[in-house]
Every structure is written in structure tokens, then in C-alpha cells.
T-cell receptor
Framework: DTAVSQTPKYLVTQMGNDKSIKCEQN?????MYWYKQDSKKFLKIMFSYNNKELIINETVPNRFSPKSPDKAHLNLHINSLELGDSAVYFC????????????FGPGTRLTVL | LAKTTQPISMDSYEGQEVNITCSHNNIATNDYITWYQQFPSQGPRFIIQ???TKVTNEVASLFIPADRKSSTLSLPRVSLSDTAVYYCLSSSNTGKLIFGQGTTLQVKP
């Protein structure tokens, strides 16, 4: 069983489009995260949710909107995609908000043309 | 400004011990230091976590000095399959989660 899953694995789209990435964890964790990894492999946190509530919102453009329908799911919707949004997006989860042992999904490679 | 800094790359040979040091100058006083391993086209995977002194598990050891401004991941007797990118993670004293920029370890035969 996959602990943290993301769909799709690859996403190729045109500038200006709107797209969503879905994430699900079956670990029973309370906290979920979205990270962006750029071409230089820097991992940067974007958002964190704890029990469906937003607790971390880094300086991310408001074109990015996370949504957590329940604590097992954290989706990421991106409006008006730009070239600079091209990256690998990772979802992760941890048992609690203070637990840095995070379990990562396989990543979604987003390419904006 | 809180920064988490690691060497960009390291080379080693099979069977050697590898030590990778991370500097985290503004680490939160009550937060753990965590290390991850990432293979190409995969998500990072947890290796080890510690608060101070020394922690050891079946794959690595983690050394943290008393001031906690740095930590050293030690991989004993590396093999070719340990070739990967290694990241340290800590929280700043403002609560921000910060990954180091990653250390690419290349193990040679």
C-alpha cells in the first residue's frame, strides 16, 4: 500500500492554464505539507495543514490555493500557470505538527510551456 | 536570517565512512534536526532524527554538538546504493521549516 500518493505524476500544460494536483495519505497522520523542488534541487515548503486547518503559508503567490477536504487529503490548485511554476511538487505528511519525520509522496513534475 | 547550509557535493569510495555536516545557525530551541535521503525521481526519505548529542540507528549516526548550531550525518561503510542527495531539515526560531540545499553524495567503486 502506498503511504503518500500524488496524482498526476507528470503534468505538462500551457501558460495561463489552471491545474490541480491531488495528494492522499493513508498513514492516519494529522499534518500534511506541500513542497516545491526547483531545478537546483532546493526543497522549499509552501503550505502545511494540521487536521484540515492551514498552519503554514509561506510567501507563495496567491495563484496557489491548497484545499484539505479531510485530514487524509491535501490538494493543490494553481491558477494562471507561469513558466516559473515548472518544478517538482511533493506532498508529505507527518504524525503531528511538531514531528519532522515526514513521509513524502513520489512527486508531481509540472512543466509549463 | 535563518539559514541551513550544507556542502553541495561529496565524493567517496565504497566501504568508507562519510560525514556530511549541516549548519543551522538559528535553530529553534525545542526542535529536532532531521536528515533525509533522496534518489532521482523519488521523494525524500527519512533517515534519522535527533535533538542533541548522538543518535544511531541501523543506517546512520547523527552527531549534534551542545550548541546545536550544526549536525553531522555519518554513514558507515557506504556502498554504491548510497549515492543520493542528502538533506538536513530544521526549524528556525521563528518556526519556519528550512531544508538545507542538499549534498549530492557520489560513491565510487
Amino acid at each position: 500500500d502506498t503511504a503518500v500518493s500524488q496524482t498526476p505524476k507528470y503534468l505538462v500544460t500551457q501558460m495561463g492554464n489552471d491545474k490541480s494536483i491531488k495528494c492522499e495519505q493513508n498513514l492516519g497522520h494529522d499534518t500534511m505539507y506541500w513542497y516545491k523542488q526547483d531545478s537546483k534541487k532546493f526543497l522549499k515548503i509552501m503550505f502545511s495543514y494540521n487536521n484540515k486547518e492551514l498552519i503554514i503559508n509561506e510567501t507563495v503567490p496567491n495563484r496557489f490555493s491548497p484545499k484539505s477536504p479531510d485530514k487524509a487529503h491535501l490538494n493543490l490548485h494553481i491558477n494562471s500557470l507561469e513558466l516559473g511554476d515548472s518544478a517538482v511538487y511533493f506532498c508529505a505528511s507527518s504524525g503531528t505538527v511538531r514531528d519532522n519525520e515526514q513521509f513524502f509522496g513520489p512527486g508531481t513534475r509540472l512543466t509549463v510551456l | 536570517l535563518a539559514k541551513t547550509t550544507q556542502p553541495i557535493s561529496m565524493d567517496s569510495y565504497e566501504g568508507q565512512e562519510v560525514n556530511i555536516t549541516c549548519s543551522h545557525n538559528n535553530i529553534a530551541t525545542n526542535d529536532y534536526i532531521t536528515w533525509y535521503q533522496q534518489f532521482p525521481s523519488q521523494g525524500p526519505r527519512f533517515i534519522i532524527q535527533g535533538y542533541k548529542t548522538k543518535v544511531t540507528n541501523e543506517v546512520a549516526s547523527l552527531f549534534i554538538p551542545a550548541d546545536r548550531k550544526s549536525s553531522t550525518l555519518s554513514l558507515p561503510r557506504v556502498s554504491l546504493s548510497d549515492t543520493a542527495v542528502y538533506y538536513c531539515l530544521s526549524s528556525s526560531n521563528t518556526g519556519k521549516l528550512i531544508f538545507g540545499q542538499g549534498t549530492t553524495l557520489q560513491v565510487k567503486p
